[in-house]
């Protein structure tokens, strides 16, 4: 596993905002689902969080957002600090005033609220004035026109693009240093998901926001990433800069499809080069 991290700015050593050390997460007080996984979110970064589905992407950033005990799941081991600062105990609003925000998977809109009402309701956490208010849904309306346009319509009504854009942009109405994005890419169509990971990646370099970005298409993710973890069955297999991922040739092979065996365990696939080395 490489355990040397990119420098976003060189010379400079990056701050480091969010480490996972070492979690596990069971539901239901036997299902375990995370067996130990550790990582770290620089300041400034996109960090992205990989694995096919049920690897424990969601569960993982659920853990760090404290949004597991409604699902009856728990973190019983390691430890989650921001800022170098236990924050597994605290309530999800708590950690919202700390700057860390999550978009959960599937978008969650207000379907009965329109697009505006949606984002303003991102503004709730903070106690800030109307111009402030006013100013920040400028900002998201200047990422997301798309979104100014509809502002009126309900959110229910809109496309399953447009409910994505309203999920990040009340995220960002609540002022966030670093947000959780779970797979931005579902259900969207290939141009649309490039436009959305076009606009993180602009908010990212623009405004400075860090993110944390769960995705199986790890194809579109560790082109706009830094840096990439893969998660396995609950544990973390693999982790590196995102372009030394995207030239691995086990990446390629498994999740690159640029193999035509079938899709295997990532394991397998390590180990069957291994062995072949070997033989050699
Ligand atoms: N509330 C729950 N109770 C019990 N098991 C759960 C619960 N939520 C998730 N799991 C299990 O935990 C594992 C990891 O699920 P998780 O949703 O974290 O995966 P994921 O990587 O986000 O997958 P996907 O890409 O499909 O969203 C799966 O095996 C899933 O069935
Ligand atoms: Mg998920």
Not at 59 to 69: H, Q, R
């Amino acid at each position: 596993m490489q355990k040397d991290r990119p420098m976003l700015d060189a010379g400079h050593t990056e701050e480091t905002l969010l480490e996972v050390n070492n979690i596990e997460v069971i539901y239901n007080h036997v299902i375990l689902v995370l067996k130990g996984v550790s990582l770290t979110v620089p300041k400034g970064g996109i960090t992205a969080l990989l694995g096919g589905n049920g690897a424990g992407k969601t569960t993982t950033l659920k853990a760090i957002s404290n949004l597991l005990k409604s699902e009856r799941g728990e973190v019983t081991k390691g430890t989650i600090t921001y800022r170098g600062e236990r924050v597994q105990d605290l309530m999800p609003s708590d950690l919202v005033k700390k700057g860390v925000i999550q978009v959960m998977e599937g978008r969650h809109c207000f379907e009965h609220l329109t697009v505006e009402e949606n984002l303003l309701t991102g503004a709730y956490t903070r106690g800030s004035s109307r111009a402030e208010i006013d100013a920040d849904l400028e900002l998201v309306y200047s990422y997301f026109p798309r979104l100014k346009e509809r502002r009126k319509s309900l959110a229910g009504y809109t496309s399953g693009g447009e409910q994505q854009m309203c999920a990040i942009g009340r995220a960002l109405m609540s002022r966030p240093e670093t947000i959780l994005l779970d797979e931005p890419s579902m259900g969207l169509a290939p141009q649309l998901v490039e436009q959305i990971f076009h606009i993180v990646k602009s908010l990212n370099e623009e405004e400075g926001y860090t993110f944390l970005l769960a995705e199986q298409n790890t194809n579109v993710a560790l082109r706009f990433a830094h840096y990439g973890y893969i998660l396995e069955s609950g544990r973390v297999v693999m982790d590196g800069a995102a372009d030394s991922l995207r030239e691995n040739p086990d990446v390629k092979e498994f999740y690159l499809g640029m193999s035509d065996e079938g899709r295997k365990s990532f394991r397998d696939v390590r180990s069957y080069r291994r062995r072949k080395r070997w033989l050699a």
